[in-house]
Nanobody, 128 residues
Framework: QVQLVESGGGLVQAGGSLRLSCAAS????????MGWIRQAPGKEREFAAG????????YLSDSVKGRFTISSDNAKNTVYLQMNSLKPEDTAVYSC?????????????????????WGQGTQVTVSS
């Protein structure tokens, strides 16, 4: 099992940047492919970004592509989401999630229900 704790959220003006962190404890971090999922007020959860166990492969949803970057540091058991050029529509609770059972280069699923473990989330608010 793994425990996930997000940090780095906050209030930022449109056009600004934030970096979210997700620290893992428990089983070795490299066991899991990781994803960032967000949920805006009144909306369903939305996949934002994913990274393979090795960190060698990443992908981003169309809504954040070109503005967000996902990365990981297995030595620190941490995955990051660098968010640039933020827009008010990026306002959401951002959660990291872990998926076990994948090969080192396999990307995590975009299907949210396929994740095994979740953090509690961190609020990101972008003002216009």
């Amino acid at each position: 099992q793994v425990q996930l704790v997000e940090s780095g959220g906050g209030l930022v003006q449109a056009g600004g940047s934030l970096r979210l962190s997700c620290a893992a404890s428990g089983r070795p971090f490299s066991t899991y492919a990781m994803g960032w999922i967000r949920q805006a007020p009144g909306k369903e959860r939305e996949f934002a970004a994913g990274i393979s166990r090795s960190g060698s492969r990443t992908y981003l949803s169309d809504s954040v592509k070109g503005r967000f970057t996902i990365s990981s540091d297995n030595a620190k058991n941490t995955v990051y989401l660098q968010m640039n050029s933020l827009k008010p529509e990026d306002t959401a609770v951002y959660s990291c999630a872990a998926r076990a059972g994948l090969s080192s280069s396999e990307l995590p699923p975009r299907t949210i229900s396929w994740y095994d473990y979740w953090g509690q989330g961190t609020q990101v608010t972008v003002s216009s």
